[in-house]
């Protein structure tokens, strides 16, 4: 079977909620099938053919083409599957992901990934703010799994996060695993302001010192930790430059915190 | 059966099932990853007087090692889960979260699994860390010289422990060279240790004794002080017998080892002293592997 494909007619006036498009949802039927499926959009509901061109039959494999970032919660929950979106994407990609992988082609919109619990989400451009992060209301973050950025990542990356992994490429803003419960957050680029602010636990990893650093995460001094080679052979099977970085750099400076909060999670900066 | 003059018994080993891990110690070099490997091995001959048998499988490079240090390979044999993960705990403990620059690794995947650092985390006293690297577990405990990291449990599955064969000499000091050959080709095989010191016991035991506190005394049949007064299994020309015991994760692990030390064993031949190979067993009412030694050899 050829991949579902979606391909998107006009850039729509009002924000589409396609959480409802799951590739582990949707029956393996004809195209004219699926183009009854309701949507939210704006305050309408409006039916899927009405917005995009269907062709191909393999919901396992989902292909949004012609996205844009008005799309909003893209593989919202989904257990399996694919979907790779050619555009950019809206807000809330992969929330609550349990499983599958979601590639975007493009840059993604806020609060990607965020309660996501299994599974892969690589997003080729940038990502908004609150990647990974949890929303109003929620008690956590990301719960599991990856969330890799190839661009930057906006403030407040791996806010409340909980479990899993954000890599990041580029550069984040401010308040990067701000109030952190656990988890790893590893970036290439440069950093904002206050990255680690009251986190619990956790591992923020940098390339690069950051703009500045919370007067309460102490530092701990240089050294040499074994388990970062753990951390960097875990890396191998991305198709990312973290794939690719020396799995013999172990030595980092390390600051504890946020001792605010009685936090015991790190900020690593590698030294070399 | 003869083999360069030295005669195999038609006799058979007999084993008993057992439950093995193995855990690879890893450190910044051989020599400190084998100090740890060796204190938390030491003390484990037998499972009757030390709760478990345990022993070095293997050097391993760095290459092959989960953090791309230098390692060792230790498999640990007990008689239940329950008795393999205490014993686990305490030696890990003891011996490896102790030794400069350590740390220690699940080396075996099964279907259950027993407690390596999940314990052992508490020490750090509430600044342990966690870290969840794909499916697996590790903990960051803070020590002196920097982190003991450890993973947090290993798995363990069904083995086999006793395969054994007896070597016998026309002196003390032919049974040894003997078993020395022995013990160096067995000890290029994997999945197989030989718990006794450098790999070779003297005191073969029959199950039971005249005194009822002891479940397990000399076998006299082999004692050659007392070839005179005793129903002896051995002739005028028979000084010394020694005997190598063999723990493997499988049967076939045991039946090639064994195959491989009495290989070496008769390569020295009748001409170095070794007149024949046996094999110790309880009359084949007690353990269910049966390693008949004409079978391994033929």
Redesign the interface.
Known sequence: MTALTLTLRDKPRHRIDLSAVRPDRLPASRPEDLASLTLNYGNRRVKLGELFDITGQDPDKLVIRNSCSLLDAIGAGMETGNVCIHGNSGDYLGRGMRGGTIEVHGNSGHWTASGMQNGLIHVRGNCGDFAGAALPGDHQGMRGGTLLVTGNAGDRCGDHMRRGRILIEGGTGDYCGARMVAGTIAVLGKVGNAPGYAMRRGTLLFEQQPVSIPATLNDCGEHTLGFLRLLLDSFADLNSRFSRLDRNRLRVRRYAGDLACDGKGELLVWLD | MIINGVSIDDTFAEAFGMKVTRVVVTAVNHRWARHAAEAMTGFATSVIGCGVEAGIEAELPAAET????PGISVLLFGMSGKDLGKQLESRVGQCVLTAPGS?VFAGMRGDKSINLGRNIRFFGD??Q??????ERR?W?VPVMD??F?CEESTGYTSAVGGGNFLVLAASQIQALNACEAAIDAMRKLPNVIMPFPGGVVRSGSKIGSKYSALPASTNQAFCPTLRGMTDTQLTADVEAVLEIVIDGVSDRDVRAAMRAGIEAACALGVQQGVRRISAGNYGGKLGQFHFHLREILA
Do not use: M, T, V
């Open positions: 989960p953090d791309g240090r740390a509430g600044f860390a966690s870290k969840l690297i794909g590790y960051r920097g982190e990291l």
